[in-house]
Antibody, heavy 118, light 108 residues
Framework: EVRLVESGGGLVKPGGSLRLSCVVSGFTLGDHTMHWVRQAPGKGLEWVSSISSRGNYIYATASLKGRFTVSRDNANNSLYLDMHSLRDDDTARYFC???????????WGQGALVTVSS | ETILTQSPGTLSVSPGERVTLSCRASERISNDFVAWFQQKPGHPPRLLIYGASSRATGIPDRFSASGSVTDFTLTISAMQPEDVAVYYCHQYGSAVNTFGQGTRLEIK
């Protein structure tokens, strides 16, 4: 069974940093591009970033202006999102998702809630 | 970044009624790499359609989709109560992916 489990969310002050993790099971992480998608409370989905299977290609939405960095450790079945200079509008649930072969975001985690507030 | 505009914002339909949701892109989507997701409250999105028209595994055949270039459509042939959700289109034809703002589908 394919599973993705995010962790590391919580309350952080504006300007602070946080690292989210996504541990996967049921498939070989190194075979897939992975994505982060976020959803602010009551709002729509926003694509955040992706990282290719070996980590050599990384893309991110321009609105983040380089504050977030995605990385991966295939040997430990883990995906990461390092978030810096956090702002109130970064408050959201952050999902990791697998890019399936020939499809797109075919499996998702339940998400990790990040709240940025003073 | 490619902007996806979904319409309508909210749609209320009767059980058994045919539903058509629209997604328009601000520029051509490479390889028609458009997907549709269904999201119910408290749950992550569920992949319905990829490649503009291919149903994902386990998706009922009342869901279908079509389109190309900049205009894409998701159709539900006969609305069921369990189809109440928010539907999002997603383009993955460019390295920087984007989502539409969503269409809320309600039942009368």
């Amino acid at each position: 069974e394919v599973r993705l489990v995010e962790s590391g969310g919580g309350l952080v002050k504006p300007g602070g940093s946080l690292r989210l993790s996504c541990v996967v099971s049921g498939f070989t992480l190194g075979d897939h591009t992975m994505h982060w998608v976020r959803q602010a409370p009551g709002k729509g989905l926003e694509w955040v970033s992706s990282i290719s299977s070996r980590g050599n290609y990384i893309y991110a939405t321009a609105s983040l202006k380089g504050r977030f960095t995605v990385s991966r450790d295939n040997a430990n079945n883990s995906l990461y999102l390092d978030m810096h200079s956090l702002r109130d509008d970064d408050t959201a649930r952050y999902f990791c998702a697998r890019h399936g072969w020939g499809t797109t975001l075919d499996f998702w985690g339940q998400g990790a809630l990040v709240t940025v507030s003073s | 970044e490619t902007i996806l505009t979904q319409s309508p914002g909210t749609l209320s339909v009767s059980p058994g009624e045919r539903v058509t949701l629209s997604c328009r892109a601000s520029e051509r989507i490479s390889n028609d790499f458009v997907a549709w997701f269904q999201q119910k409250p408290g749950h992550p999105p569920r992949l319905l359609i990829y490649g503009a028209s291919s149903r994902a595994t386990g998706i009922p055949d009342r869901f279908s989709a079509s389109g190309s270039v900049t205009d894409f459509t998701l159709t539900i042939s006969a609305m069921q109560p369990e189809d109440v959700a928010v539907y999002y289109c997603h383009q993955y034809g460019s390295a920087v992916n984007t989502f539409g703002q969503g269409t809320r589908l309600e039942i009368k």
